[in-house]
């Protein structure tokens, strides 16, 4: 299955379907549902990395449960934009995933997702570091999405 354009992944969503914001890291991915009408995002999970058939499996059971048709995923493009190694992995990572799941996908900007949310909750959540660590994958994934969400309504320029 191709990548989508976050407009072109919205034209084939039925309406009233959510979208899965994942945030792909090493250990750890981070998940978020949008709400039906695709305003908001919450943060849903954080699961450990494993082999991709068993995300696959996982990510198949969170869409039919949660009536998600299509994932939004963050890909940490280099600080200048540029497309590297990480990029890359992660471009074919969501692709396997899309193919294997069977949901469209796009691929969202997620530079300084971790940052943002990790400043946040030290700032504002006056949170430990191990508190932290629990929640930040989930919330930067959550920061992906509605940052996606945010573009669909015209309020971000899209990746």
Known sequence: MTLLTLPQLAATLPRHARLLGIDPGRKQVGLALSDVSRLVATPFQTVKRGKLGEMVTFIRAVAQEHEVAG???????????????????????TMDLSRQTGLPACLWDERLSSSAVNRMLIQE???????????????????????????????????
């Open 125 to 159: 959540a006056d949170l430990s570091r191990a508190k932290r660590a629990e929640a930040v994958d989930k919330l930067a994934a959550a920061y992906i999405l509605q940052a996606a969400l945010d573009s669909l309504r015209g309020d971000v320029t899209p990746f």
């Open 71 to 93: 994932l939004v995923v963050g890909i940490p493009l280099s600080l200048n934009g540029s497309f590297g190694p990480a990029a890359q992995a992660s471009r074919d990572w």
